[in-house]
């Protein structure tokens, strides 16, 4: 499997280096062009390329920008990739970050709306992890810790495709529903960032109160920035402590 990635920050970086770690092909790209890869590229063997190119001949697109910075893509970027290329959209919605999104703001789900601006469906995957414990708590299939990730998207097929990926870097998935459900594993969740195993996963994706997503982001951001330099285990403790028990 062939795999595009759109954005080299902290969790991208992160996911090229699972991808490539499990043996998959990457090309990557950013908005500041293949020469700012250099280094990245000598580190983990991905392919830095320009964002028009990324796109093309991949089986799968990993799309890992901040909100705000999905509709300065190319305008018809995902016309130049296949029919059948599986997008990943891993991003979150932060207004303080994004700037204020109205349809967002008004019930839209981060990734719905993500889907209108590019023009392409999406699966919705490793947004509810921080780049920390991505790095870091990957477990062997079959281990009793191993920490799961909800997987929202439309095309079942697809989200298959998906989880076989996710459990060759080293974690479990549930099926979190559709895009418009997609909400369930947005900030303010009490499945975002926890680190959940896949039983508590499974049970806390349906006791999810949409409602109470805006004030508990609040509470989440405010959380994580008080240990935001901590190890994994420390940063989903915090997030746990705010829903659910302590590992």
């Known amino acids: 499997m062939n795999i595009g990635m759109i954005g080299t920050g902290d969790i991208g970086e992160v996911i090229i280096r699972k991808l490539r770690d499990a043996g998959y092909p990457v090309k990557m790209a950013n908005a500041r062009g293949p020469e700012s890869l250099k280094d990245l590229a000598a580190n983990t063997g991905a392919i830095p390329v320009s964002v028009e190119q990324v796109v093309q001949d991949v089986d799968m697109l990993f799309i890992v920008v901040p909100q705000k910075a999905i509709p300065e893509l190319p305008k018809g970027l995902l016309k130049k990739a296949k029919k059948e290329t599986i997008v990943i959209d891993v991003g979150n919605y932060y207004s303080w970050r994004d700037g204020r999104i109205d349809e967002i703001e008004s019930g839209l789900t981060d990734s719905a709306w993500v889907e209108k ?3 392409r469906p999406v ?10 414990s991505l ?9 009793r810790d191993r920490v799961a990730l909800p997987i929202s998207g439309d095309n079942p097929k697809a989200k298959e495709t998906v989880a076989q990926l996710i459990d060759r870097i080293g974690f479990d998935s549930v099926d ?3 895009i418009a459900e997609s909400w369930r594993q947005q900030p303010g969740s009490p499945v975002y960032c926890v680190n959940p195993t896949k039983e508590e996963l ?3 994706l349906k ?3 949409r409602s109470s997503l805006i004030t508990n982001k609040e509470k989440g951001t405010k ?14 403790n915090a997030f746990r402590s705010l829903f659910n028990e302590k590992k």
């Not at 870091?136 to 281990?143: E, N, P, Q, Y």
């Not at 959380?223 to 989903?236: G, I």
């Open 117 to 119: 601006q590019i023009g």
């Open 123 to 132: 699966i919705k995957v490793l947004n509810s992890i921080g780049s920390k």
């Open 135 to 143: 790095a870091g708590a990957g477990r062997l299939h079959g281990s």
């Open 176 to 178: 979190a529903g559709t």
């Open 202 to 204: 499974q049970q806390w």
């Open 207 to 209: 006791n999810v109160d």
């Open 223 to 236: 959380a994580y920035r008080a240990v935001e330099n901590a190890d994994y285990q420390t940063q989903a």
